[in-house]
């Protein structure tokens, strides 16, 4: 095989995607044909950044094509010598356990082999670039690794499923809540929502003309989307599946596991909080 010695965003998340493409037909293989038409699709929302997946924060809802985030997360992890994974945030009252060290431990023990595979990268052939990328993988825990480069969360009841695209989410937030009104679903969501936060300091205050009112609520989902510091799709025991998203503090959106409907807001985990139905 020839040889390539760029070693680029460009050049890892092409042969990321072939890894990704080959691995269904892969012995023990870790991604199914619907994974990879997820990690692939295309959305029709696209990143307003210049460089969107090598500059997007690492605490965001990702865009997709989903493996274009993995790709720019592999690449930060060999610039920096540790993994953005390894220190996410922690949210009050929604625990990992012992998921935490074991997501660190599989990180901390590929620091140094990831530290040195650029100088490395020009005296391998592409056959090889590809076989130490899926291994890398491999070791990170297969689905589970590629969850943990998009950020998302490892739980009690957490869902093996990648999450849905941007642009889903959205088509559900912004459906209308009935064929009598122009109010979309989350708009509808925020009205009876919003009051919970008495200064209102996130949710500001919904109120106006029902157009008013849907800016105003998209506009609230965008700041939750858009610093997503905790993604989590999980079940648990007699309650429906949910995908949760939250913002650094703590306030949240949910949808069902495909993005299809939107389910509300939430507020940030209290003890006991439901002895005030989480007013604060």
């Known amino acids: 095989m020839y040889r390539m010695s760029n070693f680029s965003f460009d050049t890892v998340s092409a042969l990321l995607k072939k890894v990704i493409e080959k691995e269904p037909s892969q012995p023990n293989a870790f991604l199914s044909e619907k994974d990879v038409e997820v990690l692939l699709h295309t959305d029709s929302q696209v990143s307003p950044l210049e460089h969107p997946m090598a500059d997007e924060p ?10 274009l985030k993995i790709a720019a997360q592999l690449l930060k992890w060999t610039k920096n010598g540790s993994s ?23 990180f901390s023990d590929l620091n140094e082999e990831m ?14 670039r590809i076989f130490k990328i899926r291994s890398i993988i491999l070791r990170l825990g297969g689905k589970r690794g590629l969850m943990d480069l998009l950020t998302v969360r490892c739980t009690t009841g957490t869902i093996l499923q990648f999450p849905a695209p941007r642009s889903r989410l959205m088509a559900a937030f912004d459906a209308p809540c009935n064929d009598k009104s122009s109010l979309t679903q989350g708009a509808r969501a925020l009205t009876k929502h919003f009051h919970r936060d008495q200064k209102a300091s ?25 610093s997503a510091a905790w993604i989590n799709i999980h079940q648990l025991p007699g309650q429906l599946p949910i ?3 939250r913002h650094p503090g703590g306030y949240g959106a949910r949808w069902d596991p495909n993005g299809e409907t939107f389910r509300g807001f939430l507020e940030p985990m209290q003890p006991e909080g439901w002895l005030n139905k989480y007013r604060h």
């Open 58 to 67: 690492t605490f965001c809802y990702p865009y997709s094509p989903l493996y």
């Open 84 to 106: 953005e994974c390894q220190n996410l945030p922690k949210f009050y009252m929604l625990e990992e356990n012992e998921y935490v060290e074991e997501r660190n431990r599989k």
């Open 115 to 128: 530290k040195g595979m650029p100088t490395l990268w020009s005296d391998w052939t592409e056959d090889e």
């Open 202 to 226: 996130f949710w500001g205050v919904a109120s106006g003309t029902e157009a008013e009112k849907n800016e105003h609520a998209r506009s609230v989902v965008l700041k939750i989307i858009d």
């Open 243 to 245: 995908m949760e998203v």
